[in-house]
């Protein structure tokens, strides 16, 4: 299943695909060859708007991509993109695979999650979000950005809602359900997108221009949807949730369990049912602690290969969201391995988030460095 092992990773101030070569399908004689290590393939995607020939941001933006943390394949536009997002001084971008065009970017300062909703509705949440004039949660319309040809050289727009969100950190959007999951100190918060206000305003300055009234317009703060907590449902004080999510670093969906988040943290990774609200180690994985980020392939819609398949980052020190080597297990054979840079030719990338990638597209050519 060659095409089913592609790997996302982002490093550095840049993200890059990976071709994972498959496990052998026969055994290994002795229980100690299960586990090994090889080099990392070169990769056949990357982009990093330090470097020339890319795409250009805004000159202001540049800046803000300096220590990417966080690369999440995604569908806009009807084309495979990755949402890629910043630390630091913190930006958010979109960028399109085929070509590497950028579709929207922004800052957002101290960014550390994001996740697209509804296609069109961007939400980042950022760490600064106890500072004052920063908020939790910035949500922006994709939409609305201009994808002109100069759009990447002028066009910085604002969020069209900001929600405060105390000790903000990672996001995950449930599809099953429309939630959007929040890790918030101690606490996973759950929030809806309420887009009927967006859609009224759209209406009432659809109604005004054909009444002639062109004057009448609509404000940025006119120009989003509400983001809307919602209670969780009652529950027994949970002292594990409240220890994992409280040195939590990232969360993703468990393919295999619509109800279930994995909660990535310093002593390993949990399981957090949000239906029945227990909380577990995730024991798939094994004694791993420090994994800063994991990605579990969903397998093919059509074939079903891939499953079992998990990627991981660990962090080479506790508090930190970097680790030099990227993991990958196949949990139904028992086998692991870890890929690790050249050094020969040149210093390795300290890793911060894997994704699997699932295409929609057909793959193109080898795109190294300039557009495509």
Known sequence: YRDIMELWASGGSGVFLYDI?????????????????????????SWDPTLPGQF???????????????VTPIQYDGTDCVLVVSCLQGGVA??????????????VASAYSAELLEGKWLVVSSTAGNHENNHGVSVFNVDTYDKGEHAT????????TTVNVPNCRALCYDDTHDVLW???????????????????????????????????????EDDGP?????????????TEACTVLSNCVSLSRLPTKPDSLLVCHETGVSVIDTRRQWTRAYATLGRVSNVVSLSVHPG???SGEGVGLVAYVKANHTGTRLGDCLTVQDTLKKRTRTFRGDKEKGPSRDYSCVHWFIRTEEPVEKAEGGKG
């Not at 100690?32 to 070169?42: C, E, G, S, V």
């Not at 250009?56 to 966080?70: D, G, Q, S, Y």
């Not at 997108?193 to 009234?213: I, P, W």
């Open 94 to 107: 979109i960028v399109r695979v085929r070509d590497k065009w950028i579709y929207f970017s922004a800052a």
């Open 153 to 160: 050289l002028h066009n910085v727009l604002p969020p069209v």
């Open 182 to 220: 929040v890790a918030s100190g101690n606490k996973l918060l759950r929030y809806v997108l309420d887009d009927t206000q967006h859609e009224y305003n759209k209406a009432k300055q659809a109604e005004a221009n054909n009444n002639g009234k062109s004057n009448s317009t609509l404000t940025d």
């Open 56 to 70: 250009m941001l805004p000159p202001a933006l540049t800046k803000c991509f300096l220590r990417i943390v966080e």
């Open 226 to 238: 509400v983001l809307c907590q919602i209670e969780n449902e009652p529950q027994d004080e949970d």
């Open 21 to 45: 070569e498959p496990f052998p399908e026969k055994e290994p004689e002795d229980p100690k060859d299960a586990n090994d290590t090889k080099l990392l393939p070169p990769p056949k995607f």
């Open 300 to 302: 093919d819609p059509k």
